[in-house]
């Protein structure tokens, strides 16, 4: 029989491979079963029928009185954050890696002092060195978990996002807190009151040491079509015929980059500002005399896709508390069967050259 050699610095061949294992079993099969399981019980499982043999019985009981130590805690192994041998695929560099709909109650402050605790879904990411295998991603959860009784503000968000950027030592990193944030709001003529509930993002994106902090509105109206209106007055001037303006429900998803140190852009502001641009939002109490106010309202602002985007652009650049912003605006149509859509940004931070195909399917306001 051949001898395998002592140079354990060179790689081992497929020849040497089996010269090792061919003299192994050659030993486990003179060996006594307590020789077997001295060595490694595992070499019990090379011999033909026994490969089951000095394995130890497994209890199938849960232990709830085991209590876990540093040593045992030590021991555990850790594929995740293994060697950068383990790392299946490119070693590449990862833009982006974390948890997403992470949810949690949250308090947040309102533009007159009080406080409003809301479930909060978190997606917070970090960049991934491409000699890294992974990063433990319970830890974002609890960065959280220690700030979740602190009053939510762009501050304390940044804290949380320094904590786990220094945990899982990466260089770039993201945070987006996503909520619906009631705010009540009088019917057009008959003082009824009711809330309306805004879909509201805050993100602060960590990148090459540069943060920006933004917020992200949809902001939901009528529009009612200019050439219909137009053509329906034609038909009820010319012909004496009763004819109605199409109008629907549309979406404005505003994205904003906030500049503090201008001032505080409270979410109440950016409802407000998006009012003033287009002043039908939808309505929550409506009795006669605040449906026929709303046929009015409609009829004074009747609005392209396009004028939508231009009107919600002019009054955010005149904003100083607003850098950089975008304007996607969706008319869901009820003439046609599709949608009329349009995005206008200003400054590089939302500029893009390609667009997520679902984008525009995501702007739908459900009732």
Same mark, same amino acid.
């Given at each position: 029989? *051949? ?7 060179? %790689? ?20 006594? @079963? ?22 130890p019985a497994l209890a199938r009981t849960y232990p709830a009185d085991f209590e876990v130590d540093a040593a045992y805690k030590a021991s555990l192994p850790d594929l ?11 070693? $590449?560099?990862? $833009? ?9 109650? /949250?308090?947040?402050?309102?533009? =007159?002092?009080? =406080? ?23 830890? /974002?959860?609890?960065?959280?978990y220690r700030r979740a009784e602190e009053t939510f503000s762009f501050e304390v968000i940044e804290a949380a996002l320094d904590d786990y950027k220094t945990d899982l ?5 993201? /945070? ?15 003082? !009824? ?12 994106? +960590?990148?090459?040491? =540069? ?5 992200? !509105? ?12 137009? !053509? ?22 505003? #994205? &904003?980059?906030? +500049? %503090? ?10 409802? =407000? ?18 449906? $026929? ?7 004074? *602002? ?6 939508? @985007?231009? !009107? ?6 005149? +904003? ?7 304007? /996607?605006?969706?008319? $869901? ?7 009329? &859509? ?8 939302? @500029?893009?050259? #390609? ?5 525009f399917s995501s702007l739908i306001a459900v009732g």
């Open positions: 029989m *051949n001898l395998i050699s002592r140079d354990f610095d060179r %790689e081992p061949d497929r020849e040497a491979a089996e010269q090792a294992l061919a003299l192994l079993r050659q030993w486990a099969g003179a060996a006594t @079963a307590e020789e077997v399981a001295d060595l490694d019980p595992l070499v019990a499982r090379l011999l033909p029928g026994q490969e089951v043999s000095n394995y995740q954050n293994g060697p950068s041998s383990l790392i299946r695929g490119a070693k $590449q560099a990862i $833009q982006h890696v974390g948890i997403s709909n992470f949810r949690l109650p /949250i308090r947040f402050h309102t533009r =007159e002092g009080n =406080e409003l605790t809301l479930e909060t879904s978190v997606t917070g990411t970090v960049s991934l060195e491409a000699e890294k295998k992974g990063i433990n991603m319970s830890r /974002i959860m609890r960065t959280f030592e990466s260089f770039d990193a993201r /945070i987006q807190m996503r909520l619906s944030f009631p705010i009540k709001v009088s019917s057009l003529r008959s003082g !009824l009151e009711g809330y309306q509930y805004y879909d509201i993002a805050l993100e602060v994106v +960590d990148l090459a040491g =540069e943060r920006k902090k933004i917020v992200h !509105l949809d902001y939901v109206y009528s529009s009612t079509c200019p050439c219909s209106l137009e !053509l329906s007055e034609h038909a009820r001037q010319v012909r004496g015929q009763l004819a109605t303006p199409h109008s629907q429900r549309s979406v404005a998803r505003i #994205s &904003v980059q906030v +500049d %503090e140190k201008a001032g505080c852009l409270w979410f109440e502001d950016l409802v =407000e500002l998006c009012r003033t641009a287009v002043p039908t939002e939808t309505q929550v109490m409506v009795k006669r005399e605040d449906e $026929q106010a709303f046929a009015e309202l409609n009829a004074a *602002n009747p609005i392209f896709v396009e004028d939508a @985007a231009r !009107l919600f652009y002019q009054e955010l650049l005149a +904003d100083q508390r607003v850098v950089d912003f975008r304007v /996607i605006a969706s008319h $869901q149509e009820s003439l046609h069967s599709h949608d009329a &859509v349009s995005v206008l940004t200003e400054g590089d931070t939302f @500029a893009s050259e #390609s667009m997520d195909p679902k984008l």
